[in-house]
């Protein structure tokens, strides 16, 4: 069963960076498109960044276009997302997610993702 765990949450200041990490484990990433997602207080989950299994398709809500960076190593079993220029919107739990997918150069931000981490807090506040 694979399972996903995120790190590098954490408080900063508007126009802060942050560097969110996904360990996978259990079963190789090369088969996954792996996803990122937001839950800000009050409201419905959802996606902010993917990457294809390729690695070289991207796709970005457009809150985070220019602001967020996906990138994977399927060596390293990992998929982080870069966070620049940090606003108080971007405050919420962010998950983690993979899904199988046939297409090596496809992603998607849809909700329908198999696999799960527990999320990790990011505020930004002064």
């Known amino acids: 069963q694979l399972q996903l765990v995120e790190s590098g949450g954490g408080s900063v200041q508007p126009g802060g960076s942050l560097r969110l990490s996904c360990v996978a484990s259990?079963?190789?990433?090369?088969?996954?498109?792996m996803g990122w997602f937001r839950q800000a207080p009050g409201k419905e989950r959802e996606g902010v960044s993917c990457?294809?299994?390729?690695?070289?398709?991207?796709t970005h809500t457009d809150s985070a276009k220019g602001r967020f960076t996906i990138s994977r190593d399927n060596a390293k079993n990992t998929a982080d997302l870069q966070i620049t220029s940090l606003e108080p919107e971007d405050t919420g739990v962010y998950f983690c997610?993979?899904?199988?997918?046939?297409?090596?150069?496809?992603?998607?931000?849809?909700?329908?993702?198999?696999?799960w981490g527990q999320g990790i807090q990011v505020t930004v506040s002064s």
């Open positions: 990457i294809s299994r390729s690695g070289t398709v991207t």
């Open positions: 997610a993979a899904k199988p997918m046939g297409l090596i150069h496809h992603c998607s931000l849809s909700d329908d993702y198999m696999y």
């Open positions: 259990g079963f190789k990433i090369d088969y996954l498109v």
